[in-house]
């Protein structure tokens, strides 16, 4: 099957992942008119909403847990902004209405919501559970990554060390003409404190939207090896494998991270042909 998934020029709908495409991930990114709104429904999965651009009224129930109501949330107009996203964690079974204020760009990042072993004991490390929360663009770790040409900047927005089920997520910008996920690494392989093994989508967009970047996804026997060029507001699933990314000149690159599996640990294992690139 194609890993690259083409969006939408038209429509509510800009790209969604497939159901049954992976075991683990879901994703959507829709885009909302000023005074629409988006239905969400949690199911049996959690959910993280990442408002990408816009402002927009969040508000809804979770059983057990009562209401939630987050108004007029929303501080940037562009992913490519120096500013870290609003973004809201929806535990299982949670209904929600989302009201866009102005046009909106918002995504939909989803993963199981049961626990089990090693997940429930972390769960219950936290001392919390997993009750929906507002996540504001202060409690977001951000730090640099790489350098030279494999410089990028990474905002942390429901990494590990929050509660959650299964989902993690993080959103990266990339300069012009860098690399990114860079060397080539993988986390595909349940073979803790090593590796752990999740499943991974990228929402890209670009600046200026007419632009592309590249990237490939392939396992070390190469069966999945897979050269994309991506566009803006396509999605690339990577369901096992490296996922290098480059920037061609001229244009700069944001991508949302959406990973999960059995364990919400993120370990991963740089591609040993490319890990002298670590030494420069």
Request: proline share 8%; net charge negative; charged share 20%.
């Amino acid at each position: 099957m194609s890993l690259l998934v083409k969006s939408n020029a038209h429509g509510r709908t800009m790209v969604e992942l497939g159901q049954g495409e992976l075991e683990y991930v879901g994703f959507a990114a829709y885009r909302l008119s000023p005074g629409e709104t988006l239905p969400v429904s949690a199911g049996d999965k959690e959910l993280c909403l990442v408002l990408l651009s816009g402002r927009v009224s969040i508000k809804g129930e979770a059983p057990g847990q009562g209401a939630f109501d987050w108004d007029n949330i929303g501080d940037r107009q562009s992913v490519f902004e120096d500013k870290s996203p609003f973004a809201a964690y929806l535990p299982p079974g949670s209904q929600a209405q989302v009201v866009a204020l102005s046009d909106v760009q918002i995504a939909v990042c989803s993963a199981p919501g049961s626990t089990t072993g090693a997940k429930s004991e972390k769960i219950a490390a936290f001392g919390s559970s997993c009750s929906p929360r507002l996540i504001t663009p202060d409690s977001m770790k951000r730090s640099v990554r790489g350098k030279g040409a494999n410089t990028r900047y990474v905002c942390d927005i429901l990494p590990d060390t929050e509660p959650a089920h299964s989902l993690l997520v993080v959103e990266v910008r990339t300069p012009s003409g860098h690399s990114s996920s860079y060397p080539p690494h993988k986390h595909d392989t349940d073979d803790l404190p090593h590796q752990s093994f999740l499943e991974e989508t990228y929402y890209h967009q670009i600046n200026p939207p007419q632009g592309f970047v590249f990237q490939r996804v392939y396992t070390d026997d190469r069966s999945i090896d897979q050269a994309m060029a991506v566009e803006n507001s396509d999605l690339v699933v990577v369901p096992k494998g490296y996922h290098p990314v480059s920037v061609p000149y001229g244009y700069e690159s944001y991508y949302l991270n959406v990973m999960a599996g059995p364990k919400r640990v993120w370990q991963f294992h740089n591609d040993p042909q490319h890990s002298w690139l670590l030494d420069l």
